[in-house]
Nanobody
Framework: QVQLVESGGDSVEAGGSLRLSCAIS????????LAWFRQVPGKEREGIAA???????SYADSVKDRFTISKDNTKKILDLQMNSLNVADTATYYC??????????????????WGKGTLVTILS
């Protein structure tokens, strides 16, 4: 029933911007929180941004003031606008869905569904 499909991954020059989207199948927009994670080889998956069913948002310190998470309940899309990108942002980005506050979702707790990921490469 529930599927998450990321899109928008690309190669971008350092300092540039990129917008990722997650298309959501299933009726969860008003019952589940949503989040973005990223992972590089050899490192743990890192929570980047989360938005819960009440619209509360949490960001990781590494992306605060550069990335913006948003959702459209009608279109059933979760977006991540990424600005001022640097090489440290190179990773595979995943969208996820779960329950609870954005504080918990950001830390990977209560996650029930994952997308397959989209690769973002920042070029120097």
């Amino acid at each position: 029933q529930v599927q998450l499909v990321e899109s928008g991954g690309d190669s971008v020059e350092a300092g540039g911007s990129l917008r990722l989207s997650c298309a959501i199948s299933g009726d969860i927009m008003n019952t589940k929180g949503l989040a973005w994670f990223r992972q590089v080889p050899g490192k743990e998956r890192e929570g980047i941004a989360a938005i819960d069913v009440d619209g509360r948002i949490s960001y990781a310190d590494s992306v605060k003031d550069r990335f913006t998470i948003s959702k459209d309940n009608t279109k059933k899309i979760l977006d991540l606008q990424m600005n001022s990108l640097n090489v440290a942002d190179t990773a595979t980005y995943y969208c996820a869905a779960g329950w609870g506050s954005s504080w918990y979702l950001l830390r990977g707790h209560r996650i029930e569904h994952w997308g397959k990921g989209t690769l973002v490469t920042i070029l120097s």
